[in-house]
């Protein structure tokens, strides 16, 4: 295993890339020819890049930090912009991993262009991989990683923590600090019909529902009707730093209607900045809507206790006899 140190690119061999595409040395002068790699790209790095609140959010965060003499490790580095961020504001050094070859590619470049590369590690690798092979040549006094989605678990969060934790000393600065996932019951058939189908032109098509999606998925919520049936609730916390139990999370309905499922977003402390996809912010993330297994029949005053699992599926707790 390689890094892309200074930037030095060295990769593994993935199914898509082999080992002989990933001769990249752009400081050393021999900078490879970009294909396009087409759909192996998520291509929501574009909205995300362009998220300026998101941005500057970040970007105040790290200029906060006193970085002198520190070490910092970033976990998914997507274009190199944290990595370039961190560097600008001082830090002695910067590791930083990109698993997708892609991008690890676009980040070496993004990084090399800059008077910054000489602090900045690259490797083209999970982190997992790199702390598994103690790949790290020192321990780290900060760490970082934006690998939030609309739904917080969705680009691996219980993954990225395990790593964390294997590195992490009591007194390094994890970042996000805390993560806070809030929740609304939503009577919401609209948004069921997008994760489910019963029939068509008379047919039943139902069979379809065996691809259902089970945690969530993303949606924007302004762009859909729906009735919220419960104030916003606190669905879980989740912390890099150590495993948090599961919030017995438990909605209020104030409103009696059938229960589609649960409508949610996240606040990310990031140091005193907050980072979020509540309802009625415009950034890249949409909001994530959490379908039931089944309608649920809830009345108003009714107390429904909650539990989200690791993929992000939430059941409600209720006995079988009052499901609709
Ligand atoms: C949401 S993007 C953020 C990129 C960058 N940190 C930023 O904020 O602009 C997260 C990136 O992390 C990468 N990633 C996710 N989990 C990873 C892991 N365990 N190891 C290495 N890269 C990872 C993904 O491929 C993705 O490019």
């Known amino acids: 295993?390689?890094?892309?140190?200074?930037v030095v690119?060295?990769?593994?061999?993935?199914?898509?890339?082999?080992?002989s595409a990933f001769a990249v040395n752009i400081r050393g002068r021999k900078v490879p020819a970009l294909i396009n790699p087409a759909r192996d790209f998520p291509a929501w790095h574009f909205a995300m890049l362009n998220d300026q609140d998101r941005n500057r959010a970040l970007e105040r965060a790290i200029s906060k930090l006193d970085l002198q003499g520190k070490v910092?490790?970033?976990?998914?580095t997507g274009c190199g912009l944290i990595a370039l961020l961190f560097a600008k504001y001082g830090a002695k050094h910067v590791y930083t991993c990109e698993a997708n070859s892609h991008l690890a590619d676009i980040a070496a470049r993004?990084?090399?262009s800059t008077g910054l590369s000489e602090r900045i590690t690259l490797y083209c690798a999970n982190s997992s991989t790199l702390i598994e092979e103690s790949l790290l040549p020192e321990q780290p006094e900060v760490i970082f990683t934006e690998t939030l989605d609309c739904g917080v678990v969705g680009e691996g969060f219980y993954a990225v923590a395990r790593d964390i934790r294997r590195?992490?000393?009591?007194?390094?600065?994890?970042?996000?600090?805390?993560?806070?996932q809030y929740g609304i019951l939503v009577e919401a058939p609209t948004l069921a019909k997008l994760n489910r189908v019963d029939e068509a032109c008379g047919f039943d098509i139902s069979a379809l529902n065996i691809f259902s999606t089970r945690s969530y998925f993303p949606v924007r919520e302004r762009l859909y009707d729906y009735t919220p049936l419960s104030e916003p609730?606190?669905?879980?916390?989740?912390?890099?730093?150590?495993?948090?139990?599961?919030?017995?999370?438990?909605?209020?309905?104030?409103?009696?209607?059938?229960?589609?499922?649960?409508?949610?977003?996240?606040?990310?402390?990031?140091?005193?900045?907050?980072?979020?996809?509540?309802?009625?912010?415009?950034?890249?993330?949409?909001?994530?809507?959490?379908?039931f297994n089944a309608p649920l029949e809830v009345d108003a005053k009714q107390e429904i206790a909650l539990r989200i699992d690791n993929h992000g599926h939430i059941a409600p707790q209720v006995p079988e006899e009052t499901r609709a």
């Open 72 to 76: 910092v490790f970033e976990v998914g």
């Open 110 to 112: 993004v990084i090399s």
């Open 167 to 180: 590195i992490a000393r009591p007194d390094t600065l994890i970042m996000p600090g805390l993560i806070q």
């Open 9 to 19: 690119v060295e990769k593994r061999p993935t199914a898509q890339a082999p080992a």
């Open 233 to 291: 609730f606190l669905l879980h916390e989740y912390t890099y730093a150590e495993e948090r139990p599961a919030v017995s999370g438990s909605a209020l309905a104030y409103r009696s209607g059938t229960a589609d499922g649960v409508l949610s977003w996240f606040e990310a402390q990031f140091g005193d900045e907050t980072i979020t996809n509540s309802p009625g912010t415009h950034g890249h993330w949409h909001q994530a809507f959490h379908p």
């Open 1 to 6: 295993m390689t890094a892309i140190s200074e």
